[in-house]
């Protein structure tokens, strides 16, 4: 029992160090040279093989090579069968495990041709029979590349064997398979080639997944190498993965230039700090990445202004960081210039040379004027604050001074008029007046500026140029952009913003969300939510980014990448509030329909787990109706089993949407009788769909739209036929209950997996069922066996005992345990002759029956006479594999026969 023995041999038995009782009974049998090699399995000891010579025999390097591999086949072989059930162990007592293992088990020669093959070997190649495989006229024809035998032959004869080795074969049909190949090249004693032989596993359905895995894996890939924004995945600190956009942010021109670099490397100093704490919260305590405004570090030492979000992926079977980026480094520029714009007018109010002034509408009393308005007039500042332009005599004309209070009463502006004013030291000039109303603290006020006419139309000309390029600029975009003040009234907005909420013709100008949405109805909620969201912004003090979803009148969504940036006052008052919005329904979409199919291979994985773990066909389907029913949102889910003979079809699995609780029971048995037609239509292949408002033509034919769409309330219904098993056709039935559905080509294409899935469960039924039946026959043979009074025994082709029955206990008095793996000489006694022994072995092993009588002894010492019948066991090569021993103790009947022989003797002399 010991784990760790080792092997041992002895090449001069009668030269050994072996205890000498043990010695001689070695010698006694026949055994020159003997070699022992222990069977190990994974934790314990399973045996011993042993080789046995006549003669005195020196074991070569190869040879003892060649027994430890014969040695550790065996312990595979033997752990394989220990392993397998207890129906399988003794089915292997009188069937050969070649005939029912599940791998292909094959012997071919070196040209080509197969010398054995197994029924698992047949069936996996798509042939009817063993006879019709073995037919072949060269096993290259089952390789997809007829080459690749060369090849593999090849190495089998340098290396000797080929272990775990993948390869793409095909069917009769000429479906592709892909099998695991365990093969080594099989040599005689004098090192000559015998034949190949191996083991083939399929393994087809595991190399369409990681098919399918790695073609998820290459959308995945595809979706960010095609985003627009600049996107990247982080791993361990390192870029991992990135797509164009990112090359050009940072300024790389190939991609090897940022895989694999520290992202920190990339971060300006001035951000290194906040991203580097945010990094180190994700990693060691879990926090999610908030969206953060950033400063990145180009290749070329540029810096980048950009606005990051970052969520937890896994990638390539990683757990990382999928970042996307946005550059704002262009809007920072223009938010510094607009700041700086606003900085230069009141740089320029004070330092203008024009002069600038702003008084009080009602009374023209002077607010403030700048030093222009000093230099030009020879007022201070503090001569003229207070006072009124008629108190300073300014205006050389009264009607020139009604004129211009009329025109701002009347039009609100007084706009490139020239007028004459009277100066300090009583010098009249001629200016261009410009004044214009507006509100300061509430009260109206009138800004007025007085210039050289020339500058000034210099000046507007430069202010509507920029103005109109700047209105070109956000026009050409499709993206959506609008600019808001500090109270949420639209300020600007280019022509794809109008257009999305169709407001081309309205004046929006001035106007809050909730003001524009009466000129809009269908997009009242939208308007709505978005003074919601500005809301939200406001109250971040930092930009924002969401989806958000537009309804269109069609019944259609628009999802757009939604930013928002506030802008406040130095103060912190709101100023104003800048919105970006891209359209991303396609992208969505995309991601949606992404979805849905990784929701379905989710719920084919499940189903096809099912098939393998269950052996129960009514834990399967019902499995099967629920993981239908779940997997395409269904409000009930049933399978009928259609027998077209007895003209009924039986519903034993139905699910049902736990949130429908009004959903109507399916009848348990329904017949045929009424509506052949429609069950004709489905088992030959066709499925039916059918809602109220569009019936199918074989609902309409059989008068079952009432009752179906409308007694049991019926929205939307889908059948479809899975398959023919035992006579019955199954039938699946998708049912909606609270709305009419349109199949989509993703469901169909759901339900056609889970047909095929069907195909291959029923395959399984019918090998458990075929099972069942062979354990009941082997388990009636093996009890005929045990309950026999005579003797039955099995032995290997050595002569090694593997089996013997009740009746061989009785009679010889020999536990199974103290024969099992010894030879009959245990019985042997000294009355046969070896003679007898040789003819009885050259008998067998020409294939042959031997019959006789052996004078036996039991375990107790006494003599006993057997009729005994020995024959050899063969497989359907005619090979012999075993020999099987039948014995009868006709002891008795032979002392009767002898003294029937004495009495007649005795009768012939007289006495």
């Not at 032989?197 to 098919?211: A, Q, S």
Request: hydrophobic fraction near 40%; charged fraction near 30%; glycine fraction near 4%.
């Amino acid at each position: 029992d010991d784990i760790h023995a080792k092997p041992f041999w002895y090449e001069d038995v009668q030269q050994a160090a072996i205890e000498p009782r043990l010695k001689k009974q070695i010698v006694e049998e026949g055994i020159a040279s003997m070699a022992f090699i222990p069977l190990k399995g994974n934790d314990r000891l399973l045996g011993k093989f042993m080789v046995y010579y006549n003669t005195p025999h020196h074991y070569s390097p190869e040879e003892l090579h060649l027994i430890r591999i014969l040695a550790e086949n065996l312990s595979s072989a033997i752990t394989r069968l220990m392993s397998m059930e207890q129906l399988r162990q003794s089915e292997a007592k009188y069937r050969s495990i070649f005939n029912h293992v599940l791998e292909g088990i094959y012997q071919s020669t070196a040209d080509g041709r197969f010398i054995t093959v197994n029924p698992a070997m047949v069936e996996l190649f798509g042939y009817d029979s063993v006879e019709e495989m073995l037919a072949i006229p060269h096993t290259s024809t089952l390789y997809w590349d007829a080459e690749e035998r060369k090849r593999l032959s090849a190495i089998a004869q340098e290396k000797g064997v080929l272990r775990n080795v993948e390869v793409k074969m095909k069917r009769r049909d000429g479906t592709p398979i892909w099998v695991l190949m365990n093969d080594r090249a099989v040599y005689d004693d004098n090192g000559n080639f015998l034949y190949y032989e191996g083991t083939l596993v399929d393994i087809t359905d595991r190399k369409l997944t990681e098919k399918a895995l790695k073609e998820s894996e290459e959308t995945y890939r595809l979706l960010i190498k095609g985003a627009p924004f600049p996107t990247a995945i982080y791993i361990d600190q390192m870029v991992y993965y990135c797509n164009a956009a990112t090359l050009q942010l940072v300024e790389a021109e190939r991609y090897e230039e940022i895989i694999g670099k520290n992202i920190f490397e990339l971060v300006h100093p001035d951000s290194l700090e906040t991203i580097r704490k945010q990094y180190e919260a994700f990693y060691h305590k879990g926090e999610k990445l908030p969206p953060t405004e950033a400063k990145l570090l180009t290749l070329k030492g540029n810096t980048r202004h950009v606005f990051m979000h970052s969520v937890k992926t896994r990638f390539d079977g990683k757990i990382g960081v999928l970042v996307q980026m946005i550059d704002i480094t262009e809007w920072k520029k223009s938010q510094k210039a607009l700041q700086e714009s606003e900085e230069r007018f009141r740089l320029a109010f004070r330092t203008s040379p024009d002069a600038i002034s702003i008084t009080r509408l009602s009374d023209g009393l002077i607010i403030d004027v700048n030093d222009g308005f000093s230099q030009i007039t020879g007022f201070s500042r503090e001569e003229v604050l207070g006072k009124t332009p008629e108190e300073l005599n300014i205006w050389l004309s009264k009607e020139d001074r009604k004129f211009f209070i009329d025109t701002l009463e009347k039009h609100g502006e007084f706009s490139n008029k020239e007028v004459r004013f009277r100066l300090k030291d009583g010098r009249v000039v001629h200016a261009l007046l410009s004044a214009k109303i507006f509100q300061l603290n509430g009260v109206p006020h009138v800004l007025s500026i007085a210039k050289d006419i020339e500058p000034l139309k210099q000046a507007q000309k430069a202010l509507e140029e920029s103005e109109e390029r700047l209105r070109v600029l956000i026009n050409s975009t499709p993206d959506i952009i609008c600019f808001k003040d500090g109270e949420g009234r639209w300020q600007e907005a280019n022509e794809a913003d109008l257009k999305l909420f169709e407001i081309q013709h309205v004046d929006y100008r001035g106007k809050k969300d909730s003001e524009l949405a009466p000129f809009s109805p269908f997009y009242k909620d939208a308007f709505l939510t978005c003074e919601t969201s500005d809301e939200i912004a406001w109250n971040q003090k930092s930009a924002s980014r969401g989806i958000e979803i537009i309804p269109r009148p069609d019944g259609s969504q628009k999802y757009y990448d939604v930013i928002k940036v506030p802008i406040f006052n130095p103060d912190g008052s709101r100023k104003g509030l800048v919105v970006f919005g891209r359209d991303i329904t396609e992208q969505k979409m995309a991601e949606q329909s992404l979805q849905r199919q990784l929701h379905f291979m989710k719920a084919l994985n499940e189903m096809a787990r099912s098939v393998i773990i269950h052996n129960d066909p009514d834990r399967f389907f019902e499995h099967l109706v629920q993981q239908v029913g779940e997997a395409l949102a269904l409000d009930s889910c049933l399978l009928y089993a259609v027998d077209m003979n007895q003209k009924i079809a039986t519903s034993s699995y139905f699910w049902r949407n736990p949130k429908l609780t009004d959903a109507p029971p399916p009848p348990a048995v329904c017949s045929l009788d009424g509506r052949p037609i429609v069950f004709n239509h489905i088992i030959n292949g066709h499925p039916i769909e059918s809602t109220p408002s569009k019936p199918h033509p074989i609902i309409t034919q059989e008068n079952l739209v009432q009752r179906l769409h409308h007694q049991f309330g019926i929205k939307s219904l889908f059948w479809y036929p899975l398959g023919r098993y035992q006579s019955r056709t199954f039938v699946l039935m998708c049912h909606h209950f609270s709305r009419e559905h349109t199949w989509e080509s993703t469901e169909l294409n759901f339900i056609k997996a889970i047909a095929q899935l069907m195909e291959i469960a029923f395959m399984k039924m019918q090998f458990i069922e075929q099972i069942r039946q062979n354990a009941n026959e082997i388990k009636q043979l093996a009890l005929l066996v045990e309950q026999a009074k005579e003797i039955f025994a099995v032995t290997d082709l050595e002569g090694h005992i593997e089996y013997v029955n009740r009746a061989f206990e009785e009679i010889t008095g020999y536990k199974a345990s103290e024969v099992i793996g010894k030879t009959f000489r245990v019985l042997r006694s000294a009355k046969e002759p070896e003679e007898t022994f040789k003819h009885m072995w050259d008998t067998l092993m020409k294939g042959k029956e031997w019959r006789g009588r052996i004078v036996n002894r039991r375990k107790n010492g006494e003599l006993f006479v057997e009729d005994a019948v020995i024959f050899p066991i063969k497989n359907e090569q005619n090979q012999i594999i075993k020999f099987c021993k039948i014995g009868r103790d006709i002891s008795r009947e032979v002392q009767l026969e002898e003294r029937l022989r004495q009495s007649q003797k005795m009768e012939a002399i007289g006495t």
